[in-house]
């Protein structure tokens, strides 16, 4: 590196100077296709998945402001790099902190991945009824680092993105709604499910029900009672109302036609002496 | 590094020059070169393992798009590195924020080589019955990152990749239809399978029925019963309904031929004083 | 390198003195405006969200304190990189130990990134009632690497800010009051929902619900009893008292109109002889 | 690395071509005496462990691929590196991203890793009843990253290798068949013995049994019972249709000399007023 | 590197002095720096936090043996730099070693983070009752790198720092007494609750309690009984006698008032055939 | 690196030739000497250890041929370097490969260091009865990857080494034989504890015991019995004959001296209306 | 690196002459100043803490080696570098197999690591009673990597060292012999505590014990009985012993006063009709 001070700083000032004027215009190109490209991406996206107009602006704004900071992040880190100024070993001197730092923070880089697409494959939307983990409720808020559930009990659940693994949304469709009932070993289960039907008659006609419900027949043989399964589907959220009201009304209809819901039973043989 | 600086410019612009026209020439013959590959490896692929029409052509278009970003990618890459420019710091300087992202984006590339496996080996497709890990249902959709499955409750569950770790496949042949039963110790065994073995006689007429299903005999002692099973295979999807339908059938035969499915038993000591 | 040493001196005096200059001055410069920009950030965000004062002005010192060492860290870095005294190799002498450190010290980091967003996304307030984790109780201090919960058995419990990794907040909004009663199967459904209903509007009046409660309907059938459910929501923290109260008032009420909140029941079948 | 470019041209291109040419005679020399090496050390590998003859095919097919694969890309690699083309660079610059892949990628070596070694040490063979974590049935496929095996239920289970941290094979032996009867404590331990030997002995002359079936004896003190266990050893496979007809016959066998299976006993105390 | 050997030596020789010189007076000058800032620290936060005196000696001892070892590990690494014997590559050449120790040793500073903070924070101290993760007791020794709990049955836990996840501390500040007590369906609920808080006025005189206890209300509807509860605040460790002496005192209350812990109930219905 | 080739070549060969030669002859002297380190190490260990002589032969064998190849290995890379080939580019050209290989080939050679110590520390032998994680039974076969075990119903488990993080052996001195035997509170603890001490006696002259048995005492209160514990050390594998014939001969000193073994009681308290 | 090869000989043999002198003269002056300071280090601290002389000589020639070791091989990489000989390459060529060695030897150093923590801060000695995670016994050695633990069914525990995350050990001072025992709710518990107080006196003059017994009070309401604890603190494995006697004793007292231990209870409420 010896040589003339003057020569060096002449000779380098030019390719310095052209260097960074190339890499202001590439930064003041780059800016605005950049942004062209991200807003364009997501108008065709926004047509090909029907994306609500309200999510295609959130994440635009969202998409646009990162490509701004890290486009002038890396201008800055050039042309400290063409001036000659040492931010390498700056960065390096951070070295063992960076460690700490880059494994301490992955789990933010993790929340802002899995957020990002959860919102991109709508996984989650506000006012949906999802179980994440052990979290269940009414979704407040989807963030990028952060989702907000409401809990049945009124308690706010804050679960980091990263620990959302996977989601079973309960407000995409029909619901199921199943009814179990035992009837004693004694009944006939013929005529059984011949009233479990005459109910599930009934139920046909309402208009939360979209398919059945149907006796679907022997489930199973408990201990003290043969179990006979009754399945239908209903409008979203309508389910939990509808299963109460069969419930009753299969006890009433029961009731009416002397079939028993057993309790459980115990055969007791007796052993006198001692 | 010192000289002329025209020199230099001469001396690397002919070198450069002749690099760059390299790389362009050697890019646009790598490109049609790489997508005929990828297309007649899957054509042959598609002929030697069956693979649906349909599956080919998603596989083909994914594969070439992520091969043109790869290739693309390199090229810039290197034209940067051949001119000069100092791409290299720059990515150097997104060391620390590198390695969190890093990290943070490492389950991401393993949803994705995961999805691919999952599709390539045809473990998952749409329709089918499986279970992966806690999710249950009927797969909707297989995605690179995530998969959707719809659970029997309606629930869509979106499961990422990642946590596929093992894939059970309800729908790939014929299904178990198992019964187990029990008798009271007072009957005798010999005759209760006897009737078990009528019942099997009836079902293996029905046409749901590929194998069986047979008696195979005392299962074990139970606390208050002695359990026998029943075995049968049937087509893809029709196990519960058939075991439903045994189910009912063995109630009915046993109550003919005076078996009795037992209710849980205990011998009461009695002591009288205190 | 080789030369003469004086040569060496002056040039690279200069050079260095001149780079110290600027990167002093750089310091000098960048110090306040950071500091600014920090203090702006945060009003305006405070503004935005309703952030309580105190809040800020812990955020605000704490913010500026950081900013202040890691630019005094960076200058001193910097400083020693152009006199040439070998900070590197001394930093990389560290390399092993380091690596020990980076990892030992991630939690650390973990702690500090994770607690800075739970101050930030205000998930956590003083004197709230959270979970976190397997602790429970109420909030006595949330800081950057540990939050401090007074459970309610008096214990406190030192939280380190890494393993809080989803946050139940039960202190924003109303709460939910539940009571699950079961009736025997002798019973009327429909009556004993009707005694149900007159509790619930006499408790509708009370001014701690909110919403409620009403009767649901029937949750379930036990093996002995059949479950109804009343539901409400209440002002927060006062559902555990409404929920006690509603109790004592059903159980009344019951007694009154002589339904039976019904014991576990069995059917014994006897078998005499042995 | 400036002088006249002519010279530097044919002064590194005799090298360079000299290096190429060396590269590719030791590739091409490398090639074939690479494939050699394998298919001897796969054939000795055969007689001295062996291995059937389909397995070693399968095997070497396998190794030759990766062999040539791997000998044209380091020979792709270092052709391009003698050129001075900036190969490395650009590797280099997927440094971040390839930090991602390998990260995501290490399961995909895993899989085969672990593959590789269930195929060389024969720890599971196809159609062999195997136990691998949470899966249990008839192994359909052996495969470099995945595992087929067919549950008893019909399911095909898919089990990524790198999950397949013990293996339990059902098929390598003699299997244990074992029977613990509980008989009365109100019975003579000596009787019951002698009656349970008797059994064993019709059983010692059925030729499933490879040994015993024996009485050990007094194996435990259950609440309301004895408990005696008999154990032998039967012909892979035939354990669980042995233990069956075992079952069946120490019942047909303790009708007979009157000794009870008994069921749960419970000593009532009564106290009566209240 | 060539020239002549005595030219370098006597250029280098100044030079490496010089730069030998500068690092030994700066290490003469941080060495007492540093240790003052060390005790002026520790001093400025024993007066604002109000740590005891032992416990700041014992920091002070600690921090300024760690000081003194890393300063003087610097210097001999920076002078063997300066004279250019190759430490680095000696450090370099343990670098697979050094992976593994990296990876081994990280406990170890994960112990000493962990145990820093805990002292620092206060979280523990020695003679306090805590429970971290599955050990309780009374804590023997916070040690840097492992804590010493006393348990109640006599066993001396070491526990390290690092699987300190969580302290829960029950030595601070006051402490629940609760009482559950099940009172029969058959009884009078506002009786009850009158005679178990004549019992807790009792108790209000008694100084060992802060606030309360009162009685709550209906906890809950048990199987057999309806379960009331009694809840106040005492002194520290004083909880567990206190809830001795209210159990006893609401057992005799009850014996005089006639009012039943019940049972487990059930309800027989009869069934007689067989 | 300018220059005149011949120049060049002339004096690098002589100097890569006598690099070479020094390190062909270090190569033919380092192998006899490390190889007949490894014998006599294994042989004084031997002496030192008793090891059997068939372990050594199989130590030595393995750790000879590991050997042999990293000196191959390390002599092939040297000279290659020596030559000026670029193994190194070549090595690095497959970085992010190898981060991918580091990675999944990490559970490798942990299965190996871990085998090699159970192999060392002479943890696990053939023919030993071994629990290790969930799998129990004799050992089949100890491997450097992977440990053989024959489970008692037969099956072959084939266990990773990695995976065998604690080893319970079984096989290793005197086992314990205990009995717990329940008493009838209406017994007379004297009386009862008087007739085990009886049957021990009786069996303190089976060879097969090497300590006791005695009988300790009182171990419990059951819910409907008193539990008397039974204590001795047998010979090795001889626990589980001494146990059964000891449970035996108990019940039958019991049935002689009167004393029961006591069913579940209860307590029933008659409520009679309803 | 051109010039004449006999002037870089001459020139370089000097310097590298020099230096491995200078290397060799540091190596045999560290090695008996290290030594010497282990071996005074140890010396101070067996004095400061009363470590048993066997087990500083143990530490001794363990810490002695482990330098001796450390120190040889510093040597021998220093001088292959001052030689110039390509050492570090040839580490480098070790390169994706470093990886995989250091991440799977890191259970090693672990284990190394822990395992002199545990000597050092003697948690465990030979012939004390621990338990470490699942494994409880007396421990028969205590090593670098792995730790013997005697299970108390006569089964030999091997625990590598890194598996030891918390030791408890149960040879360190007074244990606590506590004795739960139910009475009736029919009884006095004035009078039941005034019999327990009787046995807790007569075994205060047993030498067993240090402290107490007492009479604590009313433990908990159980579902059939009022538990009373007794409490008391005696010599080391001297609790189990005294706590059967005392259990012995209770049962005695109590049958002499007639204070009943309760079996379960349950109230029936009979049901007629059906």
Redesign the interface.
Known sequence: M??N?L??DL?SF??TGL?II??LVAYFIASPIGKKIITSTLAKASNRENVSAGRIKTLEKLLINLYSYALFF?LI??IF??IG????????????L?????????????D???GF?ILL?R?IEVDEFV?V???SGIVEEV?L??TKI???????????NR?I??????S?????A?VD??IS?DNS?DEAMAVLQEVCDEFRKDERFVEGPDV??????G??D?VLRVLG?TE?MQ?F?AE??M??RI??KFDEAGIE??????????????
Chains 1, 2, 3, 4, 5, 6, 7 share one sequence.
């Open positions: 010896p040589g001070i020569d060096i000779e030019i390719k260097e190339i890499f890396i880190v050039t790099g063409i100024l040492p931010l390498g070993p700056l960065l390096a001197g951070a070295g063992v960076g460690l700490a730092i880059g494994f301490g923070a992955q789990g933010l880089v993790s802002i991945v899995t697409f494959e996984q179980t983990g052990t979290y963030g680092r952060t409401r809990g049945f009990d009124g308690t706010l659940h804050f679960v980091p620990d693994s996977g989601v079973s949304n309960h995409r469709g029909t619901m199921r199943l009932i035992g070993y289960v679907l027949g022997v489930q199973g043989f201990a003290s043969i589907r979203n389910q109302a109460r009201e419930r009753k006890k009433e819901i057993p309790y459980p039973h115990q055969v007791n043989v007796t052993k006198e002496t001692k």
